[in-house]
Structure formats: structure tokens, C-alpha cells
Nanobody, 124 residues
Framework: QVQLVESGGGLVQAGGSLRLSCAAS????????MGWFRQAPGKEREFVTA????????DYADSVKGRFTISRDNAKNMVYLQMNSLKPEDTAIYYC?????????????????WGQGTQVTVSS
């Protein structure tokens, strides 16, 4: 069982940056592939980025490539999402997710555990 808690969301102007954090419980964090998804009002939850259990492989949605960076610290049971050059269309609730697998995993139904989400709002 893994519990995930996101933090770091907030209100930022277009062009600004935010860093989201996801704290995971459990002693086998390094066995889990991790990901970030987001859901805007009235839209489906969509894939943002994912990272393998070792941190050696990552994957990104085309809409965030070159702007967002995922990373993890297995010693601290943490995953991070650095978001730069933010756009109004990045406004959404951002969810951290996990599955005991090598990863990276890009499909929502591949993940078993989800955090409660953190709101990111980008003003124009």
C-alpha cells in the first residue's frame, strides 16, 4: 500500500514556474513507477509525465516537453515536477500516481495509487 500526498500548487502568472512535490509512504518506494496526471474543469484526466523506478527513464506529454521536468529522490520517497514557462492551459488539478512496476507508465489505468491532487492556476 502506498499513500501519496502532493504539495506545491498555487497561483502563478503565465511564464512563471512552480515545483510540485509528491511524498510517498512505504519502504519500497524505489520499486514503484511514478507519474503525474492533470485534470482541468470539464476535461478528462490526462497524462503529463512519468518516471521509472530508478529514475533512469522518463516520458512526457507533447504539450509539456521542454517545459516540465520530472525527478525523484528514492532516499526521501519523493517525486518532483518542475514546471517552467507555464501557460494558462496548464491550469488544472495535478495528481501524483504510482504503480509497483519498472515504468515509465503513460496510461491512467496502469496506475494503482493516486494522491488527492494539488491545484495549479496560471493567470494570463
Amino acid at each position: 500500500q502506498v499513500q501519496l500526498v502532493e504539495s506545491g500548487g498555487g497561483l502563478v502568472q503565465a511564464g512563471g514556474s512552480l515545483r510540485l512535490s509528491c511524498a510517498a509512504s512505504g519502504r519500497t518506494f524505489s520499486s514503484y513507477a511514478m507519474g503525474w496526471f492533470r485534470q482541468a474543469p470539464g476535461k478528462e484526466r490526462e497524462f503529463v509525465t512519468a518516471i521509472s523506478w530508478s529514475g533512469g527513464s522518463t516520458d512526457y506529454a507533447d504539450s509539456v516537453k521542454g517545459r516540465f521536468t520530472i525527478s525523484r529522490d528514492n532516499a526521501k520517497n519523493m517525486v518532483y515536477l518542475q514546471m517552467n514557462s507555464l501557460k494558462p492551459e496548464d491550469t488544472a488539478i495535478y495528481y501524483c500516481t504510482a504503480r509497483r512496476a519498472a515504468g515509465p507508465l503513460t496510461f491512467r489505468n496502469e496506475y494503482d495509487y493516486w494522491g488527492q491532487g494539488t491545484q495549479v492556476t496560471v493567470s494570463s
